[in-house]
């Protein structure tokens, strides 16, 4: 089994170097922010399994980290670090989905084992999607092609096939744009259009031949995003 990567975003020098230390000697792997605008990016872009978030920072703030994050990466582990006597921000990190919190000052005993309870009660990440039964064909994700029971075939590019990829990965559950932005796009909300996704979903769907009226495979859900639905 891989080792749990987690991402740490934490601008106090020594505290972070403390964190990074003891989770490495644990055997996880570390990726590190020392501000807010650094760990904003990492947060939206990098692939880890725990975010362990200072919520004091420089440049954005943890709180707004956490904001973005939970938007975007509903699923996402996440522990605050908070000062000792800070109640209201320790009620407002959870409130905005942090799944636990340590306070500072804090003993790497006590910080160890809430990382490895949040990280076991988390939904598991999504396997990767190679191959995909779709009504009247196959899409094979790896060849980047559908492959239609007819005997025709289709090219799907690069975009098309990891955005494909990541909703069948989530199948039965309706994706935001904004999780798509990050995870996809790997961008912001502010770096493309939403229109943009929108042109890939009806592009993809004519190539799956899924009706775009009354589509089955990829459903739109009005305020949500966008499901995958098709069984396979």
Known sequence: MDPKRILVVEDDKSIRKGIVDALEFTGYEVLQAANGNDGMTQALRATFD???????????????ILEAVRKARPTLAIVILTARGEEGDRV????????????????VRELLARVEAVLR????????????????GTADLARREIRYDDG???E?????????GYLAANAGRAVARE?????VWRLDLQRIETRTIDMHIANLRQKLRDDQEEPKVILTVRGKGYMYAAKN
């Open 50 to 64: 725990l975010l362990l978030l200072d919520l004091v920072l420089p440049g954005h703030s943890g709180f707004e």
């Open 121 to 136: 009660r988390t939904p598991e990440r999504p396997k990767p999607v190679n191959r995909l039964a779709i009504p009247g």
């Open 156 to 164: 799907i590019s690069e975009r098309e096939t990891e955005l494909l």
């Open 179 to 183: 999780e798509i932005f990050a995870r």
């Open 92 to 107: 407002k990190g959870l409130r905005l989905g942090a799944d636990d919190y340590v306070v500072k000052p804090f003993s």
């Open 152 to 154: 025709a075939r289709c």
